[in-house]
């Protein structure tokens, strides 16, 4: 496993460019983890993500916002992987939020239009970004 410094390394955008989906651990109650895939956006200094708000994994970030996130190369390339350990922070401010929605609706376009009925964002959804603390990978393309 090699340590990489932030998500701006090359590699690590070059790689999970392609993936769209990601998996989220987050802490449960009982110090046990809850592991869910995710649509997510990143940039630079962190991994975006949208959630229904009464889920469990919003509540337990709410209580606890150590969070780790996975992206691979799934069926297409299982040959590499990057995880993210890092913090979640609520994304509240309505700016903020039309930027993060505008990211996730030129990712996954139509898909995500149809499960939101348009473009607006349903008022039940919550935002938050991974802020990386420590990121590992493996097998990562040059």
Request: aromatic share 4%; with cysteine; proline share 3%.
């Given at each position: 496993m090699d340590k990489i410094d932030n998500l701006a390394d090359p590699r690590v955008q070059r790689a999970i460019n392609g993936e769209r989906i990601a998996v989220l651990a987050t802490v449960q109650p009982d110090g046990g983890p809850l592991a869910m895939p995710m649509w997510f956006v990143f940039d630079e200094e962190s991994i975006?993500?949208?959630?229904?708000?009464?889920?469990?994994?919003?509540?337990?970030?709410?209580?606890?916002?150590?969070?780790?996130?996975?992206?691979?190369?799934g069926a297409r390339d299982a040959t590499w992987c990057v995880i993210v350990?890092?913090?979640?922070?609520?994304v509240t401010s309505a700016g903020e939020r039309h930027l993060l929605a505008e990211r996730f609706l030129v990712r996954y376009g139509a898909t995500l239009e149809s499960r939101w009925g348009g473009r607006t964002v349903p008022a039940d959804r919550t935002f938050f970004r991974i802020v990386p603390e420590r990121i590992t990978a493996w097998g990562l393309p040059e």
């Open positions: 975006g993500m949208v959630s229904v708000d009464r889920l469990r994994k919003v509540h337990n970030i709410r209580r606890d916002p150590r969070v780790c996130v996975t992206v691979d190369g350990q890092g913090r979640a922070e609520f």
